[in-house]
């Protein structure tokens, strides 16, 4: 798209002349609705929207947008978020030793599959550094244990910052990140297998071969202080049989995960996930 736009994602409580409202303040300043998507959450009584117009001919400049909507969010009892579609987010990829989910992203991300900057990558080991040099990519290696935590994730908060980064995104990132660090900076992606809960911890092919499964699958989700119980982004599944060994399902596993996450990322970067509690809804 070469002309930019703007997007509010919008949730609050249901109640008559909601898109009406919303759309009469875009027509009013003589916006170009050219999406538009709703959906009512009855059990909550929420009403969730992701409205997208074109900024090209619209009568406000972009830093009064947000302070004259919120004059019509307000009496609504709204949350909402703006965003614009030019504006280039900055990814931090936190890595392990698992390499194809931080492969997958950087060839995405240079082969122009979402409009993102990726100026650093963080891990707990050396192993990737390689792919980062390879990449021109900035690696930090700060390893983790239990007794330095709370100092390596101040290290790792402090390269956010340094950086500029607005989202972070765990390719196989195989530490615990605390409620602390969490509450500090948000933005977070995850991608893990769809096993949990039936195969939590170490090896969960191998678990899962033993089981004799005839699907794995792959979850991507926001991160909380709830172990890998965010809201999900992102979920895809595909059939295994009695004829593959565990090193089929991991190949299977690792192109789902792959996959689910891209998906789930580009999904973050063009503002088409509305988080309310702990779910999601997504505008595709």
Known sequence: MISPTATL???????RG?????????????????????HTDFAAGLFLTRIEW??????????????AFNAIAQPLQAKWELHFSDTVRRIAIWVSRQDHCLFDLIWRQRAKEFAAEIPVIISNHPDLKVVAEQFDIDYHHIPIIKE???????KQLELLHQYKIDLVVLAKYMQII???????????????????????GANP????????????GATSHYVTDHLDAGPIIEQDVVRVSHRDEVEDLI???????????ARAVRLHLQNRVLV?????????
């Open 178 to 200: 605390s409620g602390e660090f969490i509450s500090k900076f948000p933005q977070i992606i995850n991608i893990h297998h769809s096993f949990l809960p039936a195969f939590v």
């Open 9 to 15: 994602l919008i949730s609050c409580p249901d109640q």
């Open 251 to 261: 190949r299977k596993g690792k192109d789902l995960e792959r996959v689910v996450l």
């Open 205 to 216: 092919y191998h678990k899962a071969f033993e089981r004799g499964v005839k699907i794995i």
């Open 276 to 284: 309310y509690g702990n779910k999601t809804v997504v505008f595709e």
């Open 18 to 38: 909601l898109v009406a409202k919303i759309a009469n303040f875009i027509y009013a300043n003589g916006g170009n609705i050219i999406h538009a998507d709703q």
């Open 148 to 154: 330095n935590k709370q100092e390596q994730e101040a």
């Open 54 to 67: 074109q900024l090209d001919g619209f009568n406000l400049p972009r830093d009064l947008i947000a302070p």
